[in-house]
């Protein structure tokens, strides 16, 4: 088990700017990069995949409430 498992959307955030931060400095060796550039994209996914599932979960909250039905407009004739 990854260590990304439980970590929160946040400090995932954290992470990546840090990661993204050493990058952008440009004078990383290419070993270096390498390893960063892979633990960025890994984190990239655990946001991505808990973004995914807060909206998934907000959908079927939505949905229970009945708030997402279709909405059409009466027009007049």
Known sequence: MDKEDN??????????????????????PLEKAITYYQEGMKLSKVCSDKLTNVQEKMTQIMNEQGELEPFEVQEEE
């Open 7 to 28: 970590i929160s959307f946040e400090e995932a955030m954290v992470q990546l700017e840090k990661i993204v931060g050493k990058l952008e400095e440009g004078d990383v």
